[in-house]
C-alpha cells in the first residue's frame, strides 16, 4: 500500500510526509512544485497538476492506496470578486474531482480530504459541531462545500472518505495574513479589532492537522466530517494584547463598531479593491468556535497546541526571518 499526498509539498502535506514515511510506510508525494525538503530521501516525488486529469493518471495509483488531498487554493493572495470562481474551483473543486474518478478507475477507496470551516458561514449556534448548518459566504467556501457534496456521492459508491473543516492554521513556512498584523505590532501602531475583542479567534496547529490525517488513516478512514481547532480559545483582545505585550511594542488595541468595519469593507469590496475577503472579516466579531470533541471521540485526536503559543511562535519567526536568521522549525502561519 502506498500513501500518495496530493499537494503533499505544501503546509500540511511537508509534516504529513515524513510522519508517515517514519513510520515506515511507502510515502508518494504529487504536487505542482517541489522545495528543497530533507524527506525527499525517504519520500517519492511526482510532479502532478490535479486540474489535469492526465496528470493525476500519471502519478500511478493502484488498489489499496491511501490517498490524501491537500491541493488547494487559499484566500491569500487576495482576489477580485470576479475572478473568484475561477481562482479557487479547478483546483479546489475540479481537482477533487479528478483525484476522486482516478481513484475509482484505480480500486482505490481510502480518502482524506482537507475542506474548510468556511463552509459554515455566520455563527447559527456555537461551539459549532460538524452539523451546524453549511453556508458558505463566498467562492472559496463553497468550493470546498462542493466537495464535501462530492465526497457524499461517493461514499454511497463505496468510497470511505474522512474529511476535515480546520480554523486557521499555524505553523512552519508562511505568515499569510498574520505579517499585517506582525508589521502593525512592531511598528508600535495600533491594532484594530473587528468588534469589542470579547469573541475568541481559534487556530490549528500545523502539526496537529497532520496528526489529525494519520488518526484517521489509523481509524480506518471513518465516512465523517470532523472539525479541527485548538481547544479552550482566548479572546481576540487577550490574544493580541499577550502578543503586544510579548514584542515589548507600545501598540493599542483599537475596538470598532463591527457594522461600520464591514459595510467600510463591503464597499471596497464592491470597488474591485479588496482589503479583506469577505469571508474573514463578515464573521470577525462572531463566536466561531468549532467543537473538537467528535475528532476525539472517533479517532482519538486530541489537539496538541494553544493559541497564545502559537501565535507568540509565528511572531518569533517573523521576528527571525526579518533579522535575516534562519527559519524557525516550529512556527509561523497560513490560511488554509
Known amino acids: ?130 452539523e451546524h448548518p453549511a453556508a458558505p459566504l463566498g467562492e472559496y467556501g463553497l468550493s470546498k462545500l462542493k466537495t464535501e457534496e462530492l465526497a457524499a456521492e461517493w461514499r454511497q459508491r463505496g468510497m470511505n472518505i474522512s474529511l476535515f473543516r480546520p480554523r486557521l492554521i499555524i505553523g512552519p513556512g508562511r505568515l499569510g495574513i498574520l505579517e499585517k498584523l506582525f508589521r502593525l505590532v512592531d511598528l508600535n501602531l495600533p491594532v484594530p479589532m473587528i468588534g469589542s475583542g470579547k469573541n475568541p479567534y481559534q487556530f490549528i496547529s500545523v502539526f496537529d492537522c497532520a496528526e489529525a490525517a494519520r488518526a484517521a488513516w489509523k481509524a480506518g478512514v471513518p465516512n465523517e466530517a470532523y472539525n479541527l481547532g485548538s481547544l479552550n480559545p482566548p479572546p481576540v483582545r487577550k490574544l493580541l494584547g499577550d502578543l503586544v505585550k510579548f514584542a515589548g511594542s507600545r501598540s493599542i488595541l483599537l475596538p470598532t463598531p463591527a457594522w461600520a468595519v464591514k459595510r467600510t469593507l463591503d464597499l471596497f469590496d464592491w470597488m474591485n479593491i479588496p482589503i479583506m475577503d469577505p469571508e474573514q472579516y463578515l464573521i470577525a466579531d462572531e463566536m466561531c468556535v468549532l467543537d473538537v470533541s467528535k475528532a476525539e471521540r472517533q479517532l482519538g485526536w486530541i489537539p496538541q497546541y494553544r493559541d497564545e503559543d502559537m501565535l507568540i511562535a509565528a511572531y518569533k519567526e517573523y521576528r527571525n526571518t526579518k533579522e535575516g536568521g534562519a527559519q524557525q522549525p516550529a512556527s509561523s502561519a497560513a490560511i488554509q
Not at 1 to 13: A, L, T
Not at 34 to 42: E, F, M, T
Not at 83 to 109: C, L, Q, W
Open 1 to 130: 500500500m502506498k500513501h500518495i499526498i496530493f499537494g503533499g509539498d505544501g503546509f500540511v502535506g511537508r509534516h504529513l510526509a515524513p510522519k508517515l514515511a517514519a513510520e515506515g510506510q511507502e510515502v508518494v508525494v504529487a504536487d505542482i512544485v517541489k522545495s528543497d525538503l530533507a524527506h525527499y530521501g525517504q519520500v517519492r516525488f511526482f510532479h502532478c497538476d490535479v486540474t489535469d486529469p492526465n496528470s493525476v493518471q500519471a502519478v500511478g495509483m493502484t488498489a489499496g492506496d491511501m490517498v490524501y488531498n491537500l491541493s488547494a487554493k487559499m484566500l491569500s493572495p487576495l482576489q477580485v470578486r470576479a475572478k473568484r470562481h475561477d481562482f479557487f474551483f479547478p483546483v479546489n473543486y475540479y481537482g477533487t474531482e479528478n483525484i476522486i474518478k482516478e481513484m475509482d478507475r484505480a480500486g482505490a477507496s481510502n480518502f482524506v480530504h482537507y475542506t474548510t470551516d468556511m463552509i459554515y458561514g455566520h455563527t447559527y449556534v456555537w461551539p459549532q459541531t460538524e
